[in-house]
């Protein structure tokens, strides 16, 4: 309920009102008559669009704008509101639920990623206002922290808005609105259940608003709490069955033909299901005299069985052979639980000033298992022959190899599994006075304080010293069995039988593993002030609008981690630690400049003009701007056109953190595999180039089948990134169709010094490219030399990855939008299709080199054509929707990596893929709703031989099926 002052009635038409989806008439917010009636006799009203802070008359939008509603959000068996926004075509799906896991820190974060260029080029506002970030060091802000059972509806802009918003916004922002004057109880209980697995979800909401003191106040309380289950691998038929690739003469059985070397026909290798390691286990395996011997659960040695397909050069075999299944270690869905309560209220003070309050305290909790401690080709694995648990008969194949030691390659299950438990706290406070200084001066002030706290425990996690000695077992004197180094006997070393799965006790685990804990706090300050005048002069054309103000922000974050891992004594990552703050004040401008009106072809006319300057403590002054023609043709048809440059000024774990231990996926371009598989004018160059490495003549060692060491860190000596953005779009409403919008528009986002630490690939590929090795590239990469004790002469040892101002990004594509709303069958339909197809992707890891780049469009990731498809039905009580989702198929491999290898494999993309969910509900007369939904109603399954847990796959739903009830009730 509003209350009855002019006051009320305009500031909340001005924050609650919306723009649909970039149309003059959104199908996903309507408007009656009666209430444009009411409202006649009032201000007029005045709309605040997202991407501008000029209010003006109607749902006028000067750039591209996408709108969901906040019904949209949870009509969903999604268990927060990030996965169904991840799930746009504008927006990647970078950070999910499914793939959160896949670093150190991050698991059950859900990040927003507009147009795939990174979470952290993509601005989260709550209301307008800047969000205090959940991930250290950066201005990443966790949709998890957004109540959802508040969200009004949440606006998607295209393209650089720095210069309303400031800094990070470089390719746009996602703006959420809140609901105001929020007036009676509402609750809901949802229980969500998977049919292929013993997978579920939960979510419970709770909100009450009401009126005070004559309805000048209004004040609301609202509680949320979700959860869901971990889901492993192996747990659903979909991603249980292990996939590896072998080589072409180990599947066909005979070696390829030289013509035939790069032929998409006789790809390089075969990845086929049923198909792993064999030269790895849980319970052991080691190469004796030239044969692989694998041991029982109690130890006792036999050969591994090699039957089926077979490839030695890679170590993979297929069923029925011994291989290992890596997928029993991948969890395709965390465990995860969030809480949150929050409050929000407004007072009238006067009949000209509004104060409002908003708090909330947000918890999340999330649990991600991933691979043991493990031993593959390396030192640590190594047994010596008088190890106290070797059997005779171990014993006897040793002696008749003359191996005084063997390497044991093993995953330690008997240690337990890794896993990492993430808890994040974050608690926000806004407080806030709207007003007017005249009939046209509006003006809001506001003060922002939020911090986030993460604890990070990392269980399982072995003590590299005291594992050496606790596998390093031998008899006493009398007998026993101890650990052979005496000063670690006397630190309480256990012995450990490195031979099977039952060797490891209770003490043994206590004495080799520990439990590591980080932690890390972020917090943000924002003092900001906005005038706003729609009406600050008369032209011919209308009266020019005007808005500005100023933003003063300071953004501190830190994490401390475990003292004892730092020493890099554990298995565990030696990260580096973030400690840095900046500040930045901000002054913008923004002027809306009628040109033309009512001329032939020209309705209205309208030039958009914004501003911004910004000194930060640490990159000093920058400056971002807009220009945008805003053109009515007529009633039906309007164009708009925008260009602008925004920026992205580094961020605190940028600039600042210390080195960290990172691990690398490769493929080392020495070895003859990878130099025989290349192109012959490109393998010329690295043979070369490789030779002057000191990589031997034929060096092929397997070494880089496992990850390798890198060392990441921070560099104060970063500059800002830049973004040139243009927009040019068309929006078409028929009067002949009555209901029916449309939309198109040209996007393009031209990212210049781009903060990048290049890939560990190409700094390997680039090293060996160049002329010489004396290059930048060459001078990050460490190789072993001539040490038969330490390894193989020629393996990489440690890759350094620093981040700088080197790379562009530009991607370029066309946003299209219908929206077509009628009434029929006795009740009111609604419908929406909305979709991206992206024409560049571009990718260039030097900026000074335009002609090389690497274009992601219509790789995975980056599909080509991604659309989305709703129709709503309402009559009386009953309603009824479906949502659709396509994406078109995609390759796995990059236009660069195929010119450099055109057959890596058999499996080169996936196919187009498209879900639909269904949901249907019923509203009792007495307040109560029974909601029933099915997401992917037709059961659609996984690409091929993907667990939708990367990057990029984590679009595809690996669930499945998915059923649930929602009961709500209200008054």
Same mark, same amino acid.
């Given at each position: 309920m509003s209350s009855n002052t002019d006051l009320a009635k305009s500031i909340r038409n001005i924050l609650s009102l919306g723009i649909g989806a970039g149309l003059l008439v959104s199908p996903s917010v309507a408007f009656s008559q009666d209430d444009a009636d009411e409202q006649s006799a009032e201000r007029t009203e005045r709309i605040q669009v997202t991407g501008s802070r000029i209010l003006r008359e109607g749902a006028e939008a000067p750039s591209p704008v996408t709108v969901i509603s906040g019904q949209d959000l949870i009509d969903s068996g999604a268990m927060n509101i990030g996965e169904v926004l991840s799930r746009l075509p504008a927006l990647a799906n970078t950070y999910t639920l499914a793939n959160s896991g896949r670093f150190i820190g991050t698991a059950g974060v859900s990040l927003l990623d507009l147009r795939g260029m990174g979470t952290s080029r993509t601005l989260v506002l709550v209301d307008g206002q800047r969000h205090v970030a959940s991930s250290t060091g950066s201005a990443s802000v966790?949709?998890?922290?957004?109540?959802?059972?508040?969200?009004?509806?949440?606006?998607?802009?295209?393209?650089?808005?720095?210069?309303?918003?400031?800094?990070?916004?470089?390719?746009?922002?996602?703006?959420?609105?809140?609901?105001?004057?929020?007036?009676?109880?509402?609750?809901?209980?949802?229980?969500?259940?998977?049919?292929h697995s013993d997978y579920e979800n939960e979510r419970f909401t709770v909100s009450y608003g009401t009126n005070f003191a004559d309805n000048r106040g209004n004040v609301a309380v609202s509680a949320e709490y979700n959860s869901q289950d971990r889901l492993n691998a192996l747990d659903h038929p979909w991603t249980r069955t292990s996939w590896s690739s072998v080589g072409y003469e180990a599947f066909n059985g005979f070696p390829r033909a030289e013509e035939d070397a790069l032929s998409p026909n006789h790809p390089d290798t075969y990845s086929i299901p049923n198909t792993g390691h064999y030269r790895l286990s849980r319970n052991g395996t080691a190469n004796i005299g030239g044969d692989?011997?694998?041991?029982?659960?109690?130890?006792?040695?036999?050969?591994?069985?090699?039957?089926?397909?077979?490839?030695?050069?890679?170590?993979?075999?297929?069923?029925?052979?011994?291989?290992?299944?890596?997928?029993?270690?991948?969890?395709?869905?965390?465990?995860?639980?969030?809480?949150?309560?929050?409050?929000?209220?407004?007072y009238e003070v006067t009949n000209n000033l509004l104060a409002t309050f908003d708090a909330k305290y947000v918890r999340t909790d999330s649990e991600d298992y991933g691979q043991p401690y493990f031993n593959f080709f390396n030192a640590r694995g190594n047994m010596q022959r008088d190890n106290a648990y070797v059997t005779?008969?171990?014993?006897?194949?040793?002696?008749?190899?003359?191996?005084?030691t063997i390497q044991v390659n093993k995953m330690h299950d008997d240690v337990g599994r890794r896993f990492e438990e993430n808890t994040r706290e974050t608690t926000r406070f806004v407080v806030g006075l709207e007003g007017y200084l005249t009939d046209d001066w509006s003006f809001d002030s506001n003060l922002v304080w939020g911090k986030t706290e993460l604890s990070r425990a990392n269980d399982n996690n072995v003590i590299i010293p005291n594992w050496l000695n606790a596998v390093d077992a031998v008899f006493d004197g009398d007998g026993n069995i101890v650990c052979r180094d005496a000063d670690a006997r006397a630190a309480g070393c256990v012995p450990i039988n490195n031979f099977g799965r039952e060797g490891v006790s209770q003490e043994a685990r206590d004495y080799v593993a520990t439990r590591s804990l980080g932690t890390s706090e972020i917090e943000q300050t924002v003092v900001n002030f906005n005038v706003n005048n729609p009406f600050l002069y008369d032209l011919p054309a209308g009266a020019v609008g005007f808005a500005g103000g100023f933003e003063y922000r300071e953004e501190k974050s830190s994490s401390k981690e475990d003292p004892f891992v730092a020493e890099g004594d554990t298995f565990f990552n030696a990260l580096g630690e973030v400690d840095g703050k900046f500040d930045v004040a901000e002054v913008y401008g923004e002027l809306a400049i009628p040109l033309l009106a009512d001329q032939f072809l020209v309705q209205d006319l309208i030039l958009e003009t914004a501003v911004r300057f910004a000194d930060y403590s640490t990159i000093g002054n920058a400056t971002s701007w807009k220009v945008g023609l805003d053109w009515?043709?007529?009633?039906?048809?309007?164009?708009?056109?925008?260009?602008?440059?925004?920026?992205?000024?580094?961020?605190?774990?940028?600039?600042?953190?210390?080195?960290?231990?990172?691990?690398?996926?490769?493929?080392?371009?020495?070895? $003859?595999?990878?130099? *025989? =598989?290349?192109?012959? &004018?490109?393998?010329?160059? +690295?043979? @070369?180039?490789? #030779? !002057?490495?000191?990589?031997?003549?034929?060096?092929?060692?397997?070494?880089?089948?496992?990850?390798?060491?890198?060392?990441?860190?921070?560099?104060?000596?970063?500059?800002?990134?830049?973004?040139?953005?243009?927009?040019?779009?068309?929006?078409?409403?028929?009067?002949?169709?009555?209901?029916?919008?449309?939309?198109?528009?040209?996007?393009?986002?031209?990212?210049?010094?781009?903060?990048?630490?290049?890939?560990?690939?190409?700094?390997?590929?680039?090293?060996?490219? $160049?002329?010489?090795? *004396? =290059?930048?590239?060459? &001078?990050?990469?460490?190789? +072993?030399? @001539?040490?038969? #004790? !330490?390894?193989?002469?020629?393996?990489?040892t440690v890759i350094e990855n620093f981040a700088l101002n080197i790379a562009r990004s530009l991607n370029r594509g066309i946003d299209f939008e219908v929206g077509y709303d009628f009434d029929a069958l006795g009740g009111a339909f609604r419908t929406g299709f909305l979709g991206t197809y992206l024409i560049d992707a571009r990718s260039y890891p030097f900026q000074e080199e335009p002609d090389e780049y690497t274009d992601f469009a219509g790789v995975l990731g980056d599909a080509e054509l991604q659309a989305r498809f709703t129709i709503d039905y309402v009559r009386d009580n009953w309603s009824v929707g479906t949502r659709t989702r396509y994406t078109s198929g995609v390759d796995l491999y990059s236009p660069t990596e195929m010119a450099n290898n055109p057959n890596p494999s058999n499996i080169m993309d996936y196919g187009s893929y498209a879900v639909t969910d269904l949901t249907g509900t019923y509203r009792f007369d007495n307040g109560v709703r029974l909601t029933l939904g099915l997401d992917n109603v037709l059961d659609r399954g996984l690409p091929k031989n993907t667990t939708g847990t990367g990057a990029g796959s984590a679009y595809y739903d690996n669930i499945g099926r998915f059923g649930y009830v929602r009961v709500g009730y209200s008054f």
């Open positions: 966790d949709t998890n922290t957004i109540p959802s059972s508040w969200i009004d509806r949440v606006e998607i802009i295209t393209g650089g808005a720095s210069a309303v918003y400031g800094a990070d916004a470089v390719t746009g922002a996602v703006n959420f609105i809140l609901k105001r004057d929020i007036q009676g109880f509402d609750a809901t209980a949802t229980k969500g259940f998977s049919e692989w011997y694998t041991f029982s659960n109690d130890g006792q040695v036999r050969p591994v069985q090699l039957d089926g397909i077979v490839d030695p050069a890679r170590g993979q075999c297929q069923a029925p052979c011994d291989f290992i299944n890596l997928r029993q270690y991948s969890e395709i869905q965390p465990e995860f639980e969030r809480f949150n309560v929050n409050l929000r209220g407004n005779d008969e171990l014993g006897q194949l040793m002696d008749d190899a003359g191996a005084q009515t043709i007529n009633d039906e048809l309007r164009a708009r056109f925008t260009v602008s440059e925004a920026l992205r000024a580094p961020n605190i774990t940028e600039l600042f953190r210390a080195q960290s231990q990172t691990f690398y996926t490769v493929n080392d371009p020495c070895r $003859a595999t990878n130099l *025989n =598989n290349a192109d012959p &004018a490109v393998a010329e160059t +690295r043979r @070369a180039r490789c #030779a !002057e490495l000191g990589v031997p003549d034929g060096f092929d060692s397997t070494y880089d089948d496992a990850t390798l060491e890198g060392r990441t860190g921070g560099n104060a000596e970063l500059q800002p990134e830049e973004s040139t953005s243009y927009t040019v779009g068309l929006v078409y409403q028929p009067s002949i169709v009555p209901g029916l919008s449309v939309t198109m528009d040209y996007w393009e986002i031209d990212i210049t010094d781009t903060i990048s630490g290049l890939s560990a690939q190409r700094i390997l590929n680039e090293c060996v490219d $160049a002329a010489s090795i *004396n =290059n930048q590239f060459c &001078a990050r990469v460490d190789r +072993r030399g @001539a040490n038969p #004790a !330490e390894g193989e002469q020629g393996e990489i």
